[in-house]
């Protein structure tokens, strides 16, 4: 347990959140200490902690000026809210609050319970957490919840205005554009030629669901036992097309023998995890969808990641990520970091295959 102290790091205004959170939790015990959580690039993250060592989570934006819409604390706080206290089987950390302008921390932010586990970053943190069995278990449990994620009826838990069902691709496509011509950086021309070759190539959605939109490793909390406990990060949660989500989670998932140069989690590398091969039959065989076309999503994940950091490097040089940027982020998400991954989405899609 942390000794806390009403010093706060940037992003947080400790007495006007410690009010906030009295009025929420009765039992809290002041004073609170907060501790920023590094290793997300986007939304900030702190763990809360009370003198009694209960424990929180707080997620607001980054600090100054953000893209619009592109950092919800309202639809966030709505998608756990609608998934959890047992609606769903989908296993996300329950909410405390949401305070939704700017009146108490200067930025809308919300409060989860702090769910027990582990973050695995990289397969050093997966070695050390779990054993090969453990392993083996978190693999098999990552296909099988973002089945149920996707299994999930939008309308009877509330969600069936999230976001518009279909064209979710071309939408998406426009969208991370967009983004790209906003923070675009000279000298990475890959950009806009995979982007050009996967308007020309998009496949037919087959059908519509939640679409958690980073769906990986590292963005769940797994248990002693390999157990999947919550999974984190839904700010780019909407409708549309699941197999976008299988894409994203395949470009994370790094094997046995591969290096994970372009990406930095690399936790399904260590002995036990299954591999990519499997993961798409256990998901194949939960949900009944065709994955003969998922080099197709893979190339997309990696087009769209390369313009979603780079955005991520715009927010690290004007400082938004404030006391979070200690992870040397500006330096990790390089122009020629953001050229890489949009050379592999070439080469995916040129190959039209990814999975063994």
């Known amino acids: 347990m942390t000794e806390p102290s009403t010093a706060a790091p940037a992003g947080v205004a400790p007495g006007e959140v410690t009010a906030w959170l009295s009025e929420r939790v009765p039992s809290l015990v002041p004073p609170l200490a907060f501790t920023p959580v590094v290793g997300g690039h986007s939304n900030l993250t702190y763990v809360v902690e009370d003198r009694a060592g209960t424990r929180w989570v707080l997620r607001r934006p980054p600090l100054g000026h953000v893209l619009a819409t592109a950092h919800d ?108 011509d906003a923070t675009r950086l000279d000298g990475v021309p890959e950009i806009d030629e995979v982007h050009a070759a996967l308007v020309a190539s998009v496949p037919e959605q087959q059908g519509a669901t939640i679409v958690h939109g980073d769906f990986r490793l590292d963005n769940c909390i797994i248990g002693p036992d390999g157990s999947v406990q919550a999974v984190l990060d839904w700010e780019l949660c909407t409708l549309g097309d699941p197999l976008a989500d299988v894409g994203t989670t395949l470009v994370y998932w790094v094997e046995r023998g591969e290096t994970g140069d372009l990406l930095p989690s690399d936790g399904t590398a260590s002995e036990g995890f299954i591999d990519r091969a499997a993961f798409c039959a256990r998901y194949a065989e939960a949900t009944g969808r065709d994955l003969a076309g998922i080099a197709w999503y893979a190339a997309f994940a990696y087009w769209r990641l390369a313009c979603i950091l780079a955005g991520v490097l715009d927010r690290y040089t004007a400082g938004a990520m404030g006391d979070q940027a200690g992870d040397g982020g500006a330096a990790r998400f390089s122009r020629e970091k953001l050229s890489g991954l949009a050379a592999k989405a070439r080469t995916v899609l040129e190959e039209g295959k990814f999975v063994a």
């Open 73 to 180: 604390m309202g639809r966030e706080h709505r998608i756990l809210a609608a998934l959890g206290d047992g609606r769903t089987p989908v296993p996300v950390p329950p909410v405390v609050g949401l305070s939704p302008d700017d009146s108490v921390n200067g930025a809308p932010f919300y409060v989860m319970e702090f769910v027990e586990g582990e973050v695995l970053r990289n397969a050093e943190a997966a070695t050390r957490a779990l054993d090969v069995a453990g392993r083996r278990r978190a693999g098999e449990q990552l296909a099988d919840t973002l089945a149920a994620i996707h299994a999930v009826d939008v309308d009877a838990v509330g969600l069936g205005d999230l976001g518009r069902r279909e064209d979710y691709i071309g939408r998406q496509l426009r969208r991370w554009h967009r983004q790209w």
